[in-house]
């Protein structure tokens, strides 16, 4: 497939499944043998884990959407910078549901071979979100 090709499938996922939670096209975009990639860590998760993945975002931000703010591809890999707003609605991280809405960014870096996703891995920049819903606090200064 074309570097183009490969970036409009990755974008047409986060579009069709994990900003609508339409698990039922999952199979159009990702492997059986998917692998999510954390901390440097290779998790084999298949169809199975990735599906359990966008479940347990949507738990927790049922109106999440992705937006594709820019795109790199190279060979295999497509790096999406994408903005993802939502309303902090589910348990997380072990957190009561605040009802606030926060906004997410994050680098995601896909590979795709033969017209699917087979590994995804990435960062977020999930301190924002974690201020918002009050999870985390900015310590206030010692006088001295």
Not at 14 to 30: P, Q
Not at 72 to 98: D, F, L, S
Not at 110 to 138: K, M, Q, S, T, W
């Amino acid at each position: 497939m074309s570097l183009e090709s490969n970036k409009s499938l990755v974008r047409r996922y986060y579009e069709a499944v994990v900003s609508t939670g339409n698990l039922d096209r999952l199979a159009e975009f990702i492997t059986p043998e998917y692998t999510e990639v954390c901390a440097n860590v290779r998790h084999d998760v298949g169809l199975a884990g990735a599906a359990e993945h966008v479940r347990g975002v949507r738990r927790t931000y049922p109106d999440l959407r992705l937006t594709v703010e820019q795109q790199i591809a190279e060979g295999e890999y497509v790096v999406t910078r994408v903005t993802a707003p939502g309303t902090h609605a589910g348990v997380w991280p072990g957190m009561t549901p605040t009802g606030k809405r926060v906004e997410m960014t994050a680098v995601n870096i896909d590979r795709v071979v033969n017209g699917r996703i087979v590994e995804h891995g990435g960062a977020a920049d999930l301190l924002l979100p974690l201020l918002e819903i009050g999870a985390v606090r900015v310590a206030q200064p010692v006088d001295n």
